[in-house]
């Protein structure tokens, strides 16, 4: 397992090893013990979601601001633009984001900590994204930034308008969300 660090230190992108041969391949997509030493802090993945979304779906920016969920994400199928925004007023990252391809070729996670607002776009027809969470989905405390918030000017390279969710159109803007202290 490779650790690439990213523009804001506590967002890590996460590469396998990967093992092929002319029978396909093979790669531990998850390791404890190596994610903990890796990383620097022990984690307790409680929960794995799963979703499928078709071709300019946009989905985020999504947290939860009690129970703040970190989050392991992949994509099984396809690829997509994940994008991590840092909310943590107190952080000297405060209000920047990050992005990666995620795909089902690179095999890329990426480590989205608590105190971080997530989203992706998908680029291909298709794709499957599933992400690990160390906390338990508790949609009492679920909150949402817009995705096309003009303070955070996230660069999600669109070609045309994405389809986005009822609820997620309907999200705070940067100034007025709730975030972390």
């Not at 392991?72 to 990666?100: E, M, N």
């Amino acid at each position: 397992m490779k650790i690439i660090p990213t523009e804001i230190p506590d967002i890590l992108i996460v590469e396998p090893q990967v093992f092929q041969d002319d029978r396909g391949f093979f790669y531990e997509s998850y390791n404890q013990k190596i994610f903990t030493e890796k990383i620097g802090l022990s984690t307790c993945f409680v929960q794995d979601n799963h979703s499928y979304s078709k071709h300019n779906v946009l989905r985020g920016l999504h947290y939860q601001i009690q129970q703040p969920q970190g989050k392991l994400v992949r994509a099984l199928v396809g690829t997509i633009l994940d994008i991590a925004v840092d909310i943590r007023k107190s952080s000297p990252t405060f209000g920047q984001w990050v992005s990666c391809i995620l795909s089902a070729e690179n095999k890329r996670q990426l480590w989205v900590p608590a105190g971080f607002a997530h989203g992706f776009l998908v680029l291909s027809d298709a794709a499957e994204v599933l992400y690990k969470t160390t906390e338990y989905y508790a949609p009492q405390h679920e909150r949402c930034i817009l995705w096309n918030d003009p303070e955070l000017a996230i660069d999600w390279s669109l070609t045309t308008t994405p389809i986005v969710s009822a609820k997620d159109q309907a999200g705070e803007s940067f100034k007025t969300a709730e975030v972390f202290s």
